[in-house]
């Protein structure tokens, strides 16, 4: 059996504009770490999906949609605007109140591990940590070569 790549997956604009909410208001970065515009988190997220099973890239996809459309609503104040048209405290105030919700608690977990990843899989954010990726390749060259 060979092992295939995964066909790259273009996110729609909403679903784009809903990953980047998501990942901003579950990970909520703060300098020296750059914003979540300015990082791959998006696009990684887009490749997650496109590793995993259609069930699974048809259930994510739909949760990332179904939460950014709830956004206003979450805070529980009548709001209809989308998540991603929140302020950053009022976004993470309503992905708090959703991640108690028992509908939108476990859809939000669901969802939590893999924007984390795409966040902190960034090279730029990997830096800001202090990760070297270039010193632990050479480390694994030498080890290999030993």
Do not use: C, I, Q
Request: proline share 7%; glycine share 10%.
């Amino acid at each position: 059996m060979s092992a295939t790549a995964p066909v790259p997956l273009t996110l729609t604009a909403r679903e784009r504009r809903a990953v980047e909410a998501l990942v901003d208001g579950v990970v909520a970065p703060v300098a020296p770490l750059p914003p979540v515009a300015r990082t791959d988190a998006v696009d990684a997220f887009a490749a997650a999906l496109a590793a995993g099973p259609a069930a699974n890239r048809a259930a994510l996809r739909a949760a990332v949609v179904l939460l950014d459309a709830r956004g206003g609503r979450l805070l529980g104040r009548g709001e209809r605007r989308p998540l991603h048209a929140l302020s950053a405290p009022d976004r993470e105030a309503a992905l708090a109140r959703a991640a108690r919700h028992r509908v939108w608690g476990p859809v939000l977990e669901g969802l939590r591990g893999v924007l984390h990843l795409a966040y902190y899989g960034d090279a730029g954010v990997l830096a800001g940590l202090g990760y070297d990726a270039d010193a632990v390749l050479a480390r694994a060259r030498g080890t290999v070569a030993a």
